[in-house]
């Protein structure tokens, strides 16, 4: 057996936890496994799993030699699959995205997306700020609001529209705000953007100019869920995601407010690194994302 089918079935050992289940999976006998295993480690010189009756785990040796596998296997079939155009695009896709977005928008789709690509394993991370693609073994990232220049290969797919709003029990107690000068009389629900060096700045279209605004506030947090929670607990007025907010809305659980002033919509973008080529599996994502985005109307 060569290095390349040893690793393998290293890595499908670690995805399923079990030498029987990968030696099923590869229709191999188990004994097979094993000596792949054990040739890997003789071959490297270290100890990569760690074996008992009960549990299976990789040393940090196997964890840093798992990630490398992963890698070079996927970065093999996507080159196969790229000179194979006749094959549909296959193979574990990692996504990161902002949490909003993915549960407002992206996951409700997602089963359009499994009937499309069946052969594309999603690996779905929701985060509320930007990550290390290529550190962190990332293939594309959805990112809102402008980009700054960098390294990485940006698409614009979108935007989507804003909506100011409070709970009715904070409305109730300080009042309904008329106009733009009103909020300055008001407390916000803010949020951290960029790993927490600045908050997420209100801004409005008004006379035919965009208006920004910063609304003092009692508290601030860079998560999307604790920032709806506060809001709905009545911390303070929230301008966030249209598309994340108007179920609460719906359900009266928040009230839109200067509903004849118009929030400027924030950009979305789906972000990769720049390589020679980009794996099919990629671009079947940001093909399907940006059909989304149109059926949306949010193109």
Known sequence: MNMFEAMGIFVQVVDHGSFARAAQANQLHRPAVTKAIQQLEQELGVQLLRRTTR??????????????????????????????????????????????????IIVPALPDFRRRYPAIELILRCSDHPVDLIGEGVDCAVRLGELADSSLVARRVGTIPMVTCGSPDYLSRHGTPACLDDLDRHVAVNFLIQHGRRTLEWQF??????????????????????????????????????????????????????????????PISVVVTERRYRPPKVDAFIGWLARLFVEQGLA
């Open 55 to 104: 549990k299976l785990s990789m040393t940090e040796e196997g964890e840093e030699f798992y990630q490398r596998c992963t890698q070079l296997l996927g970065d093999f079939a996507d080159a196969l699959a790229l000179f194979s155009p006749t094959h549909p695009p296959k193979g574990k896709l990692r996504l990161d995205v902002p949490t909003a977005v993915a549960k407002a």
């Open 205 to 266: 279209e008004a006379d035919g100019a965009i208006v920004s605004k910063h609304v003092h506030s009692d508290i601030v947090v860079d998560d999307s869920e604790a920032f709806h929670a506060c809001g709905l607990a009545g911390m303070g007025l929230l301008q966030g995601l249209r598309p994340a907010l108007q179920p609460y809305i719906d359900a009266g659980q928040l009230v839109e407010i200067l509903p004849g002033i118009k929030a400027v919509p924030r």
